[in-house]
DNA sequence: GTAATGTTAGTAAACACTCACTTACTTGAA
DNA sequence: TTCAAGTAAGTGAGTGTTTACTAACATTAC
């Protein structure tokens, strides 16, 4: 949308000629997948045609097609580039944080991430749950890899803390998966379902609430520092 | 689908003759729901055709036309249908356990029966998510009347312990939401995502390790009977 | 000049939806 | 009981439009 604009806006400058600048191979194609995505993530697969866009982008439809093969090549390829560009930089402020064996920040900035990243890019989540109903190839893809990827530090972390004996002895995985139910949930709320009484609290606060829960839940010492009542 | 087969033996019974048997308005527009909701489920609604759906039933497209005046109509009609079939006994075996105070019971029993129900139609899940998605109007109906619905009875129970001094004193409402969060992604991992380390488990299996983590959160007591670590 | 980037004007197939018509069932007077 | 008239259920062959995709031609940058 923004690089749209930026095409409009030098379009209009120049007033009279309609001079359209031509863009070089790399940049269209990063172009279009980003027009592309946003279009995608709000109306589905089925519900967008290429004519719209290609009109959204600014260019014919036989630009598209001259970048991918087809459609669904170009769905593949939007899902990969996405997946590419969020899901790596979830864990980075973490890791210290673990070391430290300080629970509560280690998991309410995960969760405090995870909630931030999806807000601001809305697309993901929506291509996600998309991906998923249709069953393209790449959503299983998406859930085998990428989702276990970035749960299997919370599991590991959880194992060390039950052989700590500071959390109390149930299933890894299970508490894991638990934590990241109740963060996916509220952006789902939030993002998906446009929940009202989501949409006031902020990212940050959102975390301290989830983190409060769930380590209540899963601690032996029940007087966290961190809890809020 | 039922429906369809029914008609096919009776035709395949009167082996030469393809003397198709009429069928009242009445069931014809049920069997146009079911075979479309589930039809509509799997592919969406873009993703789903008129010709399709009219194949799976067993009648020319016109049929159709002559019972919903248009896809989008037919689609609403799906939706109502659905959320009527589906959300009203939820609540039912729990009521008498509310009063008796046993919170074991009461949220293992809510929780089996909302995944038990989800797991015998997958099509609301689906259908309620390709809604959301879609932006459909019903959509936003579903989550602000029947979600909240279901919802009530929780929040108040739990406000009511909280008084009694049974759990301690958070938010109802936030808990709630996390208990129906646990219940839901449940469901989604399992019926949508068809994560594989969830198909083993049944549902009350799957009831009891949500309402075991979700008590030990938010209860004072911590010696709960049921618990099973 | 030429290679890359663009457009215009198409294609055949698929789409939601309609129309004129036929077939099966119900009714009730002879 | 019979059977013609009336009615509801169903159909085949379309409608114009939209779809993904293409081929042939035009423009720009170096």
Redesign the interface.
Known sequence: MEILEKTDSLNSLSSEKPSKKRVCREDRREQILTVSAQLFSQ?????TTTKELAEQIGVSEAILFRHFPNKQELYSAILDYKTNELMQPLWLNCEELMLERDDYKVFVTLAAQILETLKQDPCLL?LL??S???GHQLA?NF?ETTVRQVREPAVNYIKQRIEEQAF???DP???A??F???V???AL?KE????S?LQKTSSWEAAQ?IT???L???SKN?DLSHSK?
């Open positions: 109306k589905g697969f089925n519900g929506r749950f998309y998923a109903l249709e299983s859930l109390r002895p149930l995985i299970l508490a998966r638990s990241f139910s109740l996916m949930q509220r709320g998906l379902f446009q929940d009484d609430e409060d829960i769930f209540f839940g899963i029940k009542e």
